[in-house]
Structures are given as C-alpha cells and as structure tokens.
C-alpha cells in the first residue's frame, strides 16, 4: 500500500518559534507581575479582622481597612467574622430563609433524638447563636472548630435534657434547659480555648418520636383533663370558702357590736339608776311624785280606756275600788 505525502507539507520553521515566543515573553511576564502585586493588598470588612500567616506561621492580626502582604505561598490571609452572630442548627436544616422558610427533608433524628431522666426518648431540635471572640484561638487551639462545637453542643445538650423528667423537656422545663445547656457550654468552650462565646441556645421543637406520638397526645390529653377538673374544684373552693369565712366573720362583728351595745346601755342604765337613786335621797317626794307622772306618760297612750276618779269617792264605781288589793 502506497502512502502518499501532502503535497503542501513544510517542515517547522524554529526561527519563526523563537521569534514567537521572545515577542510572547514580555507579555507573561507582565501578568506574573500583575498576579503578584494583585495578591500583595487585601481589604478586610468591618465585620471582619485578618490573621496573617507566613509559610502557615501566625504572624499578626488586622483589623478592617486595606492592607499588604508579601505574595502566597509567602504569605496568606485567613478573614474571621468577628461581629457577625453564627448559628448551627441541630435535628433540622434551613435551606431557604425568609418569610416562607424552607428546611431540608433529610432526617437529622441522629442529632436531636435523645434519653431523658426517666427512661424516655424525646426528640430536641434546637439552634446555638454564637460569635467568635478570639479568632487567634478559634484557629489555632481547636482542630476543625466548627465540627468541635457542634459536638459539644450535642454532648451539653444530652447531659442537661437527661437530668430532666420527658414533661419537663416537652412543656414546662424548655426555658430551664436552654439556659443551662447555655452555661455549661460556654463554659466548656472557654475550658478548650475555641475563642467563641455562645449568645443565645433556643429550643426550636422538642416532640416524642413519631412512633410513640398518638399514645402520648392521648396522655398529654388525659394530664391536661386533670389539671381542668382540679382548676375548676379550685375555683368553686374559692368561690365558696371565703364567702363562709366572710359570713362567719360578720356573723362575729356583729355579735360583739351587740355585746358592745347590751354592756354600754347597761352601764348606762346603771348610771342612770345612781343619778336617781342620788335625787331621790335628796327629796324622796319630789322624786316619787317624778316618776310616777313619767310612768303614767309611758302607760296612758296605750291604754284603750280611761277612768280618771279621786280616791275620795267612795260611792261612783263601786265594782272598782283601786284603794283595795287583790279584789
């Protein structure tokens, strides 16, 4: 078989390379000029502060503004946020924030599913707030420190929800749990120098789990039945009891105001009694013939019939002789 060559084929001209290449030159090496002074500045946000590394050894630390470096690999910078509040999410994911979050539909049950104190499982989501307070220390002190955190927040997390009753981490005892874990992680955090300080921990949902779920709504019902029946039994003790107490208590003032008035109309009367006694023996008939007139002012208006006689006559009625007794 016959292998025929192009017709037009030409050997390489080096001549024309090299010329090619020495016109070419110039070029490349204004860009690697250009790469080197383009990483010899960077700028550091307000937010931010810059740790300078030299061959990956900490040099110095800087604030925001614009500074320069020495080109990488000589010397890199590391961008910490220093004034900007983090989260980590634990048992969910929010892929889209806003005024209709979206949260990932992957199970996270491996983070949030946990022991309480009395031997039952509950589901704890929650979310951690924190800053970075010392960038030196969260970078250099604690490998990967972000996975550290989030390990002790899990750790914190199960140790104070397993020294709480399942009612407690569901209802009443949400409050207490939040900020005890928030304690003891924080200090936790300071005991391993990660340079964070934790803001805030807010329990998102705490349920039991999924399986168990119909049995304790039905509990959950049962419990919040009693609690109803013992309210309203309190409130018609409240209603009834004092009302007694009060009346008992009226009944009492009322009865030593009577006391009060019985004694002070006695001693009255028996002041009264000593002033007449004292004008009587002073002039028995004058005080005799006092008395007998307001005693007869007393009787006369109620009596129905009047017989006005003078113990002189004998002889009008004679069937009623008021001289005599006892006929």
């Not at 037009?8 to 490349?28: L, Y």
Request: with cysteine; hydrophobic share 40%.
């Amino acid at each position: 078989m016959e292998v025929r060559k192009p017709t037009n084929f030409r050997p390489p001209n080096t001549h024309e390379i090299k010329k090619q290449f020495r016109s070419a030159f110039p070029i490349v090496i204004i860009l690697l000029v250009g790469i080197i002074i383009w990483n010899c500045w960077y700028t550091i946000e307000p937010e931010e502060v810059g740790l300078v590394l030299r061959f990956g050894k900490f040099q110095k630390e800087t604030q925001p503004g614009l500074h320069f470096k020495l080109p990488y690999p000589i010397e890199q910078v590391i961008k910490i946020p220093v004034q900007r509040q983090l989260k980590e999410e634990f048992g969910f994911r929010t892929e889209v924030p806003g005024v209709r979050t979206k949260y990932s539909k992957k199970n996270f049950e491996h983070e949030s599913l946990m022991l309480t104190g009395d031997l039952n499982v509950a589901v704890v989501e929650w979310i951690t707030q924190y800053r970075i307070r010392n960038p030196y220390f969260y970078l250099f002190r604690v490998k990967n420190p972000r996975q550290t955190f989030r390990d002790m927040n899990e750790a914190i997390m199960r140790e104070v929800v397993g020294d709480k009753t399942v009612t407690e981490v569901l209802t009443v005892g949400r409050q207490e749990i939040a900020d005890k874990a928030k304690k003891k992680l924080q200090e936790l955090c300071d005991q391993y120098q990660t340079g964070i300080v934790v803001e805030q921990i807010v329990l998102q949902d705490a349920n039991p789990p999924d399986p168990v779920k119909p049995s304790f709504n039905e509990v959950n019902q049962a419990q919040q039945e009693k609690e109803r029946m013992i309210n309203e039994a309190w409130a018609e003790y409240n209603k009834v009891i004092p009302k007694a107490k009060g009346q008992a208590l009226q009944t009492i003032e009322e009865a030593k105001g009577y006391a009060a008035d019985r004694i002070n109309r006695a001693k009255g009367d028996a002041l009264f009694f000593e002033q007449i006694l004292k004008a009587y023996q002073a002039a028995p008939l004058v005080t005799r013939t006092r008395l007998f007139i307001e005693t007869m002012e007393d009787l006369y208006p109620h009596l129905n019939q009047k017989i006005i006689v003078d113990e002189d006559v004998k002889g009008l009625i004679p069937f009623l002789n008021l001289n005599k007794k006892g006929e």
